[in-house]
Structure formats: C-alpha cells, structure tokens
C-alpha cells in the first residue's frame, strides 16, 4: 500500500490564465473559450488534438455538457470535476493521471468559475438536503478560528499577529499590483488592512481573497512525448492530494494551529520529487492564501518555516517578492483573486511563467539554481480539509 | 384525588431586558418603569418550552406518560409543536405529546386533565408574548415558559399536592386577539375587573372554605389584565388572605405560562406544609389550592427570582427587530435552506436531544454517532450518550459577520465538552460578553434558521453562569 507517485511521467506543454475579477460583460461560455484556446496556444495545437478534458467548476456548472457545448466538442470525453475550493488541482491531478497511464496523449485540464452572476458576498456553498445541524458559518469564519489558537500556543501577541497578518496581505496586493491579470492591482497600506471593514473575527476585508470569474487551463501530454521534448515543458516531479478525516470540529484532539492534511500531503509530494529542503530548493510557492492567517500556517504545514516560527519568518520578509523563497509573487488567492473552480491552475499558470522566465520583469524571479516551483491548493475549512500539494520542475 | 403528586416544576425566563421608559419614550408615551422580559431572536414558544421542562426534569424521576404543551404563540398549527418538545428531550415515542392552543384557562385545564387522568404527566406551558407598539401587552407582557411534572404519590418525592379547585366559565371578552392577528386587544380594564372580580373572590373562598382554615394560605394571582390583577390582590387582602408577592409583580403577563408561572414563583420560596391558593383569572376564574411537602426541599436552584436577576439590556429596536415589527435590509447572502424532513427524522436523537454517542471499540465520545470512530477509525457500535446537560469549555471561537443570522451577527465556538467530544456551534445569549478561549458554556435549545415556514430547531451553547467549581 504506498502512494507511488507519477514523477517525470508528466509533461505540460501549455499553460493559460484568464484575467480574474467583476467580469461583469463575460460569461461562462466566454471565460471557457479564453482559457481553452490560450491552452492551446501556449502548447502549440489545435483544440482537435486534445484527446480528453477534465473541467473544474464548483458553483458555474452543472456537467461536462457546459464545456463541450461551449468549445463545441466533437464527442470528446468531458469529465465535470467539483472538490470545493481545491477544484483546480483535482482537475489537474486526474487529467495527469490519465496521460500517466497512456490512456491518452494530449488532455486538458480547465477551470472555469463565474461566481460574481450570483448577487451574494462572499463564496456561497449549494450543500445537499440535510437535518439543519451543519455549521452555518462562512470560510473566512471558519478559518478565523486559526488565529487565537495559534496566538496561544505560540504565546504570540495580539498585535504581533496582527502585524504578521498585515504583512502577507500587503505583500500579495503588492505582487497583485504587478500582475496585470489580477483583480486587485493596486498596494494597499498597514492602515488599509487594519481598518478595513471585519468580516470574521479578528479578519477584515483585506485579510480575504477576493471573489472573482475567471478561467484557467493547462496542456498535458507524457513527458516522453515529441511534444514535451520540443516545447520548454514543465515536469510533474511529485503530487499528492489527501481528504482528511473531517473530525476537527467535532474531536477535541485537532488544534486549530496547523492543518494536518496540508503536512501530510506536503511530506508526500517532497517525497517523490526529492525535495529535502523545500525553502532552499523551490524557486516560488503559489499557496492557498485564502485568508491571512491561512496563508501564515500554511508555511509551518509546508515545512517552508519552522512550527511556531511562521509569523517571524512573515515578519523578516522571507516570503516577499525579493525574500528568500517568494510565496505567491503573482498575488496569489488574496489579490489575483479565487474563481474556485480555476485557482488550482492559476496557481500552476504562475510557475509555467515563473520556471520558463517568462514572468514579467518586475516580478521575476531569477535564480538559476532552482527549478522547481509548489502549487499548494486545499478545499475545505481547518479541521475538515483537503489538501494538494504538486511539485513542477523544468527537467526531467 | 387521583393520587398524584407534584414531582418537579421549573420555570424558564430569557435573559434579554427591553426597558419600559425607552419603550414608550419611543412612541412619545409616558414614562413607564422597570423592564419586560424579552425571547432572544432564536427563541420561541418551543424552545422555552424545552428549557422550562429541562429545569423541572432535573429532579423528576418518572417518565411521563403523557406531555401537555399549552400556548397561545404556536410556531405551527399544523404540525405538532410538542412533538419537536418531546424529541428534544428524548421521550420514548409511546408518550404522548400534544398541543393544546389557548392561553391560561387551557394551562390550567390541562393540569387538571392530567391531575385526574392519573398518570404520570408533564405539563408545560410557553408564551411569547406581543403587542402593538404602545400598548399595555407590549409593556407588561412577559416571555417565559414553566413547567411541572407529575407522578403517582409514591414513585417519587412529592413537592406539592393538589388538595382541590374549582373553576367558572364566562364570556367575558375583556381581552381577545383574534386567530390569526397575533396581536391581543383589550377593552376598557374597568369592565373587566367589574365583570371578573367578584366571581373570582368568590370562587377563592368557596374554595378556601372547604379545604380547610383560609389563614394558613398564602395566594397567588394569575391574571392578563393589570387592572383585574389588582383588584383580586386587594380584594383577597380586605378578606384577610395573605398574598405572596415577590419577582412575580414586576414580570408581567406570561399569557398561557403565566399560571404556571406564579405557581413556580410561590413554590420557589414556600416551606413544606404551607398551603398555596392559585387564583387564575381569565374568561372566569379558576382556584386551585395546594399543600407544599417534603420534596420541595430538592427543588432546582434556578429559581424564578435568580432567572429575573439576570438582566441584559436589549435596546428597543432589536426587540422589534427580531419580532419582524421593523423590517431591514437583508444582507447580501443567500437564505439558510430548508431542512430535510426526512434527514431530520433519520437524525433525530442528535438533531432535537443532542445526543451523541460512545464506541464500543475504543470508548471515544464521537459527536454525534458516526458508523465509523473518529477516535480508533473502526467499524463500532456507538452506545447512546446525553450531552444536553453536559458543560464544555471554549476552545477558540469568532463572530461572523457574513453569515446569515436571525438576529445580530453569528458567535460561534468550537466547545470541548467535559467527559470528550466538541461540539462546533453558535453562542446564544452572550449579550456583549467578549468570550474568550477557557470559557465555560453549556447546551442550549435553540431555533437556528426559518425557510418556507419550516423552523429549523436545534441546538446551541450559551455562557455557563454561577457554576460551582
């Protein structure tokens, strides 16, 4: 029984990303065009060549029929993908899976959200009939419950937390600033996140990602393909996807200050690419930056800061454009924005870019010793997750 | 005399207090004094219900045979609102559970049934109790609920006996709110106490007299109408009946409670062996006397007098907030959707009792029964186990100020209960208390969401007060 992992046998040949926001004048069939067709641009083939299609999306679609009809496919096989907010990844890693097992020689993955058409705030979950005993919070108050838990353990100050917090969401509008994709574009300052309207205990507006439509998609094929040998691909080095147990809210044993599915899914996509020290080996980490706090775990459960440490590495710039391992330098979740169903492969678009050198100059990262980059995408709330992990590198 | 016994009583008032003076200041009336006690947002005439018979069960031994659920603010006319009472607090389906509609001569009526059918009973009365802005029913209306239970002399401890009553009929029509309306209207009080005083001071004697010495009982009075309350009072006094004031005076009129509810006042502070007359006066008149016994000693330290001393401001506007009296702008967020029926059935024991359950592997308390341990992750058979009454203590909590919610913002608290399990649910009644991690609290039954005019009732946790350490 072992996880065995898909390394070097997967190559992406294309990447593409939509701009996110209020596309008010777009819709689905728009968005879903946009991002196939740039796909296929990037990888350099006709649409008649992708074999098959997993498409992603939690609250804009009903089944595979709201691709094919708007890409007019010809009896090609559409599979509809919903897992919450991790929905891009799970696109991502089923379609991986099929070309890893030969099944097929060019697939797409797509994720397609339009979420601004609804006329409510924030994400807004369609459960199935049920008793009425379920949490009836929002996301960003059921991830708020990481900040005074972790407070306490670690004996962090209020105020300390809060300028750790302020610190991740300046950082991400200042990347978002330089992403002209983003919904977000401009700085924002320690005063505009402090006194930004609260939304969930101690989180304001500025501590949550925005909620926007958008599109994104990528191009596969097996690594030892002509394809990926004749196109700068990116290489699946190693990918895990975990579900957790889902007994958080209702076990006295979970915490509150980490999130356990995103370690174990971490330790088992390090494990398949190699990865020792992920601070010093990755050139970026795009990370499910949710809300703040998230984002502030997520680097202890990533094992890119010590436990308890997270908040003075945040604090010590370590995760900033110019830090030592930049985490989301394209603005990640808070300011490029969340179409739930496409952040999985945004995030991946953002290290298509970033690994290739293809990154705008002001927010490029150069470092020619490091040539794998961390998609990490969760779906869920602390205590009852699910976590993806993938590592991409540019050599077989 | 049916050989049944009073076994245990309880009585339930929300915490929330709308000041008189800011009531009718508000509508530029006179200046009132003191404060009525209001239902917090996710309360109804159901819950309190729930709560009051929580109270009396605590020292109640048997269960009954049949439960009496008497009020004139139904949540549902079709639908029996007792039934959602009786899965809350676990009864066996063979006790029968029912509604009975109408206000305090049915309370009344309703213990005597149960007083004369003989077998072991739980009658409950709740009220939320409405006006028209500037009206006495707004200003002296209480919302409360009270309960009693009964058993055969023998089967356990008696509180009090019923030594006999009497009642009249008669078609007053002093206060009348038709079905339908939701609000009561009242005629001129002068009439009233002309039309119901006399016959009332009458039946009390009549009843006085033939049960006994009239100098040994004190009187309380149960009567919707101010005017009429206080002639009765001072017309009992002038006969030279001793009336047994208290926290009662100041509350105001319960509706369908309100019987019980003095009758809990006065057994709250009455000694073994005292006599009490309970003179209820509405659409005639009915007088019940009791003799306190032995078993008052054990009687619930939450007593009416300790509920009244708990006073949270609620500023005027939300109470009519939460009454649909001032209609708002919805937040932008979808409305809760409506509750399974079916899943509510299947789920039961956990959705109306909070029961949650033990594996028989590992013992860890998994919350609520699941078919495969949280603990041990083995196929088990979960024993049953009642967290209704089981405190828990803070882990982390938030406000959310996004989510859909009856009232103010939600609170809601991940909450360790003692013994293992948590519980992840919303605070009720913090009343602007900063909660903060190490927090004690405890269950409590609550109305959680409405959609299509289906009530979604469940249960939530609120702030533990007075706890003995």
New interface residues.
């Given amino acids: 029984m072992a996880a065995h992992g898909i390394a070097n046998r997967v190559a992406v040949i294309g990447s593409s990303c939509t701009a996110f926001g209020d596309l008010w004048d777009t819709g689905i069939e728009d968005l879903a065009v946009d991002a196939a067709l740039q796909a296929c641009e990037s990888a350099g083939v006709e649409l008649s060549d992708v074999d098959a299609f997993w498409f992603g999306s939690t609250n804009s679609a009903q089944s595979g029929l709201d691709l094919s009809r708007a890409l007019k496919l010809d009896n090609k096989p559409v599979t509809r993908v919903a897992n919450f907010c991790v929905t891009g990844s799970d696109v991502f890693r089923n379609a991986a899976y099929a070309v890893a097992a030969g099944a097929y020689d060019t697939v797409m993955a797509i994720g397609v959200e339009k979420l601004k058409d609804s006329?409510?705030?924030?994400l807004?979950d369609d459960?199935p009939?049920?008793?009425?005993?379920l949490?009836?919070?929002?996301p960003?108050?059921?991830f708020?419950?990481?900040v005074?838990?972790y407070c306490?353990r670690y004996g962090v100050g209020a105020d300390t937390m809060r300028e750790a917090l302020t610190h991740i969401a300046r950082k991400n509008h200042a990347n978002g600033a330089l992403n002209g994709r983003a919904q977000f574009r401009r700085p924002v300052s320690a005063e505009q996140v402090n006194g930004a309207?609260?939304?969930?205990?101690q989180l304001g507006v500025l501590d949550c990602s925005g909620m926007s439509d958008g599109a994104a998609a990528a191009v596969l094929v097996r690594a030892d393909s002509g394809l990926a040998r004749n196109r700068e691909a990116l290489y699946v080095k190693g990918m895990s996807f975990v579900a957790g147990?889902g007994?958080g809210?209702?076990?006295?044993?979970?915490?509150?200050v980490s999130l356990p599915e995103v370690a174990a899914s971490a330790r088992e996509a390090y494990r398949q690419a190699g990865i020792r020290d992920p601070r010093s080996e990755l050139l970026l980490a795009e990370v499910h930056d949710c809300f703040t706090p998230t984002e502030l775990v997520l680097m202890e459960d990533l094992n890119l800061s010590r436990r308890g440490e997270a908040w003075r590495d945040v604090l010590a710039g370590v995760f900033d454009l110019a830090g030592e391992l930049p985490v989301n330098p394209d603005g990640g979740l808070k300011s490029f924005g969340h179409p739930v169903g496409a952040s999985g492969l945004r995030m991946l678009f953002e290290c298509w870019l970033q690994l290739r050198g293809e990154a705008p100059a002001e927010r490029r990262i150069t470092n020619t010793e490091r040539g794998a980059a961390l998609v990490h995408n969760l779906g869920g709330a602390p205590?009852e997750l699910m976590s993806f992990v993938s590592v991409l590198g540019t050599s077989r | 005399m049916s050989g049944l016994v009073v076994t245990s009583y309880g009585s339930y008032l929300p915490g929330n207090r709308v000041s008189r003076a800011e009531m009718s200041a508000t509508l530029g009336r006179g200046p009132l004094s003191g404060q009525r006690t209001a239902a917090g947002h996710d309360e109804d005439s159901i819950t309190m219900a729930v709560e009051a018979l929580r109270a009396a069960r605590g020292a109640a031994v048997a269960e009954p045979a049949l439960l009496a659920y008497v009020t004139s603010s139904p949540v549902y006319l079709e639908r029996s609102n007792s039934s959602i009472i009786h899965a809350a607090l676990d009864l066996p389906a063979r006790v029968l559970a029912h509604d009975a509609i109408g206000t305090a001569q049915t309370t009344v009526a309703m213990l005597r049934h149960a007083l004369r059918a003989g077998e072991p009973a739980a009658v409950v009365a709740a009220d939320v109790r409405g006006g028209l802005p500037g009206s006495e029913f707004e200003w002296f209306g209480c919302d409360a609920a009270a309960a009693v239970t009964l058993a055969p002399e023998g089967t356990a401890p008696a509180m009090a006996r019923h030594l006999g009553g009497a009642t009249t009929t008669l078609p007053v029509g002093d206060t009348w709110m038709s079905a339908g309306e939701g609000v009561p209207r009242s005629w001129d009080g002068r009439f009233a106490a002309h039309a119901l005083t006399p016959g009332a001071i009458d039946l009390a004697e009549e009843v006085l007299t033939r049960y006994g010495d009239p100098a040994r009982v004190r009187f309380v009075v149960s009567a919707g109408n101010r005017r009429v309350r206080a002639d009765v009072i001072r017309q009992g006094r002038k006969r030279g009946w001793t009336y047994l004031g208290g926290v009662i005076d100041d509350l105001g009129y319960a509706g369908a409670a309100d019987p019980l509810l003095v009758m809990a006042a006065a057994f709250d502070v009455l000694p073994p062996a005292s006599r009490l007359l309970v003179l209820t006066v509405a659409d005639g008149a009915s007088a019940h006397l009791w003799e306190i016994d032995e078993g008052i000693e054990s009687r619930s330290a939450r007593s009416l007098s300790a509920q009244a001393d708990r006073r949270h401001p609620l500023a005027y506007s939300a109470y009519l907030r939460w009454r649909g009296d001032l209609a708002e702008d919805p937040?932008?967020?979808?409305e809760?959707?409506r509750?399974?029926a079916p899943?509510?059935l299947?789920?039961r024991r956990?959705?109306y009792a909070l029961m949650g359950a033990e594996c028989d592997r590992c013992r860890a308390r998994?919350?609520?029964a699941q078919r495969i341990c949280?603990?041990c992750?083995q196929p088990a058979r979960m024993r049953p186990v009642p967290l209704q009454d089981t405190p828990g203590t803070i882990?982390?909590?938030?406000?959310?100020?996004?989510?859909?919610s009856t009232g103010d913002k939600?609170i809601?608290a991940?909450v360790?209960?003692d013994g293992?399990?948590?519980?992840?649910?919303?605070v009720a009644d913090t009343h602007g208390e900063r909660l903060a991690?190490g927090r004690r609290v405890i269950p409590t039954f609550r109305r959680?969401?409405t959609r299509d005019g289906l009530h979604?009732?469940?249960w939530k946790v609120c702030p533990l007060r007075g706890e003995v350490k």
């Fill in positions: 006329g409510y705030a924030g807004v459960e009939p049920n008793d009425g005993t949490s009836g919070l929002t960003p108050a059921r708020s419950l990481l005074p838990a306490e309207p609260a939304v969930a205990g147990p007994t809210p209702r076990d006295p044993g979970y915490d509150y205590g | 937040p932008r967020r979808p809760p959707d509750v399974s899943a509510a299947r789920n956990w959705k998994n919350v609520p949280g603990h992750r882990r982390s909590w938030t406000v959310d100020h996004l989510a859909y939600v809601a991940v360790d209960l293992g399990g948590r519980l992840s649910c919303e991690a959680v969401s979604n009732y469940f």
